[in-house]
């Protein structure tokens, strides 16, 4: 697991934020009804919308940037904005699919500020035991192990957690 914090810059967030603002009532969401159901689970609602490929330029420079990718690396991208709603999570799971030889995932969290009463946190486990990264304004969670995880219940006092989820395939 890689925690990298100051990953993108507050300029990106900003406008990622804005552009969930500015579209949420626009037929262009999705929603975590249509994952798989052992990930659904009684879930919360999270709206998803696919990111421009302009931002997905800018996530792929930071990710160089960080070393979370070669400068000579080609990989196939995949990033989301997500919009987790009261009573959100994801259970126990991995993001590798069976078929995948090689499939990154990482988290990136935009909400300005986070109480750790409001949920949300990433869990993971390793070396026998579970761990936990709170949301930060700018931190990235990166699973460069395919570490299973989970996020813990948004409780209903919570604002809505705004993230940008990152799927990654190694081109060959």
């Known amino acids: 697991m890689k925690i990298?914090?100051?990953f993108i810059g507050t300029e990106f967030i900003q406008q990622i934020l804005k552009e969930n603002a500015d579209l949420m009532?626009?037929?262009?969401?999705?929603?975590?009804?249509g994952w798989q159901e052992e990930i659904v689970s009684p879930s919360g609602v999270v709206l998803i919308r696919s990111l421009a490929p302009s931002h997905i330029d800018l996530l792929t420079e930071a990710m160089r940037r960080h070393g979370l990718i070669q400068a000579d690396q080609k990989i196939e991208l995949d990033a989301q904005a997500y919009v987790w709603h009261r009573l959100s999570?994801?259970?126990?799971?991995?993001?590798?699919?069976?078929?995948?030889?090689?499939?990154?995932?990482?988290?990136?969290?935009?909400?300005?500020?986070?109480?750790?009463?409001?949920?949300?946190l990433f869990?993971?486990?390793?070396?026998?035991?579970?761990?936990?990264?709170?949301?930060?304004?700018?931190?990235?969670v990166f699973n460069d192990q395919n570490f299973p995880h989970a996020t813990t219940i948004l409780s209903v006092d919570a604002p809505y957690r705004h993230s940008v989820q990152l799927?990654?395939?190694?081109?060959?």
Request: aromatic share 16%; glycine share 6%.
């Open 4 to 6: 990298i914090s100051n």
């Open 25 to 33: 009532y626009d037929n262009i969401w999705r929603s975590n009804l």
């Open 89 to 120: 999570y994801i259970p126990w799971h991995s993001d590798k699919d069976s078929d995948d030889e090689v499939r990154f995932a990482a988290t990136l969290y935009l909400n300005s500020e986070w109480n750790e009463d409001w949920g949300g």
């Open 167 to 172: 799927f990654w395939k190694v081109k060959s």
């Open 123 to 140: 869990l993971y486990k390793k070396d026998g035991g579970i761990r936990a990264e709170a949301p930060a304004h700018d931190k990235l």
